[in-house]
């Protein structure tokens, strides 16, 4: 069993494919490619960061990330999968413990459950299960682990 995870930006977005054990697969795409991804990964379960209000004003790349999350959703039904959305803050209770984790405390809540930065990443002769993660790729392996956790309790 697997799952896609994505982190959804204006123009591109992170995802990530998870086992339960280790990363399969990961990137950072255009939101166009993504929609291909999805299609490559039909039946799989997708789960998606959602935009969550905080009461602030937003711009117009808050309203255009929404706009992906749709068509992200949409594409993974067509495609047969199971789809769920899953908030920042949901993200940091599950793995911090708090909702005022800021993304180092969730990178490193990552890398510990792991066991450590070491046996985590590894190195290039000996690959960890996370190995080559970076950059908005943490995000969406954030969102797998949620969404792998909530459905195989």
């Not at 039904?77 to 405390?105: E, F, M, P, W, Y």
Request: proline letters at 3%.
């Amino acid at each position: 069993m697997k799952l896609l995870a994505i982190d959804p930006g204006t123009f591109e977005s992170a995802w990530v494919a998870f086992d339960g054990q280790r990363v399969l697969g990961h990137g950072l795409e255009s939101n166009v490619t993504i929609l291909g991804r999805l299609r490559e990964y039909a039946g799989v379960p997708v789960w998606i960061e959602m935009v969550a209000s905080f009461g602030m004003p937003v711009g117009k790349e808050v309203f255009e990330t929404c706009v992906w999350i749709g068509r992200f959703w949409e594409t993974a039904l067509r495609n047969g999968s199971a789809c769920d959305r899953v908030t920042r803050h949901q993200i940091k209770l599950h793995l911090c413990h708090s909702a005022r984790a800021k993304d180092t405390n969730v990178r490193q809540a990552i890398l510990d459950r792991f066991g450590g930065k070491l046996a985590a990443l590894g190195n290039k002769k000996n690959r960890g299960p996370l190995y080559g993660v970076v950059s908005h790729e943490w995000s969406a392996l954030a969102v797998a682990l949620y969404g792998w956790d909530t459905t195989h309790k």
